[in-house]
DNA sequence: ACCCCTGTTCGGCG
DNA sequence: CCGCCGAACAGGGG
């Protein structure tokens, strides 16, 4: 599921365990998810720290522990953060499991797509620090849109805006969200983009990332009702703006769904 | 049985 | 070396 609202809803998810100490980890070293990083060391540190803050950037969260303790988790496909009560059993598919006295924290991934990062430092992590920028920033601007854009002239704009080095948190449906409310064809090469068109996604990008945040990111309540991803996966759907059918192709290898009437 | 998938990474190709 | 694309990862759901 996870795109940046989602992820931000997740992350709130283990809130309130805040100010309380781990007092027990479970996981399984062998497991994918764990892949570049050491979990015997996460285990050994974490027990006996207090969760101390979380911070969300794109689809990437981090969760601060005492004694400069971090532990970073990307959500993959299928990755999901919840809660549960103190003397719970994972399943299968529960690889982290931080036990507090009153409360379980569990990542659960049935794909292992998601990922688990630890690290110890007081300086924090280094692969935290990307430098790009987070859509909802003043630093994500026209300016810095229209360089990315350069970047990549040969590419459909679609495949452009899931580069998480530009659209930090944009995934297959709010890509398709943001092309169809700047009414331009995902598949159109990112070179042949007018100005017009640049500027129509930039102000699409910050709207839709926006309005998610304050419904799904808020309390996972669905976008509004005239927006193309309660559409988008109907096999008769349409526009939401005249009732068009909507096109599927497949671009970059994902599912895409547009207006050929509203995008040109 | 078969095909699909809201993500990322890697190898091949031009 | 760079940019682009398809495959792979792994499991559940339609």
Redesign the pocket.
């Known amino acids: 599921?996870?795109?940046l609202a989602?992820v931000e809803w997740y992350r709130k998810q283990w809130n309130v365990g805040l100010g309380k100490k781990i007092v027990d980890v479970r996981l399984d070293g062998r497991n994918?998810v764990f892949r570049g990083t050491d979990p015997r060391e996460l285990h050994r540190r974490l027990v006996d720290e207090k969760f101390l803050s979380s911070e969300a950037r794109?689809?990437?969260m981090l969760f601060k522990f005492s004694s400069h303790n971090w532990l970073g988790i990307?959500?993959?496909?299928?990755g999901k953060i919840r809660v549960e009560s103190g003397n719970f059993h994972p399943n299968?598919?529960d690889h982290l499991v931080l036990y507090q006295s009153e409360r379980a924290l569990v990542f659960t991934d049935?794909?292992?797509?998601g990922?688990v990062r630890f690290h110890h430092g007081r300086e924090g992590p280094d692969w935290w620090d990307t430098g790009v920028p987070e859509i909802i920033s003043a630093e994500f601007d026209q300016r810095f849109v229209d360089r990315f854009l350069d970047?990549?002239?040969?590419?459909?704009i679609k495949?452009?805006v899931?580069l998480?080095n530009g659209f930090s948190?944009?995934?297959?449906?709010?890509?398709d969200e943001i092309l169809w409310r700047a009414k331009v064809r995902p598949p159109k090469r990112?070179?042949k983009l007018t100005r017009h068109e640049r500027a129509a996604i930039f102000r699409a990008t910050k709207f839709v990332v926006r309005r998610s945040l304050e419904t799904l990111g808020r309390n996972f309540t669905d976008p509004p009702k005239n927006w193309l991803?309660h559409q988008k996966?109907r096999r008769e759907g349409v526009c939401p703006l005249h009732r068009t059918l909507l096109r599927?192709t497949?671009?970059?290898?994902?599912?895409t769904a547009w207006c050929p009437r509203c995008q040109k």
């Open positions: 599921m996870p795109e989602e994918r794109g689809k990437r990307h959500l993959g496909m299928t299968k598919h049935s794909r292992q797509f990922r970047r990549h002239r040969k590419a459909p495949s452009v899931l998480q948190g944009i995934g297959n449906w709010m890509a990112t070179g991803i996966w599927h497949i671009i970059g290898g994902r599912t």
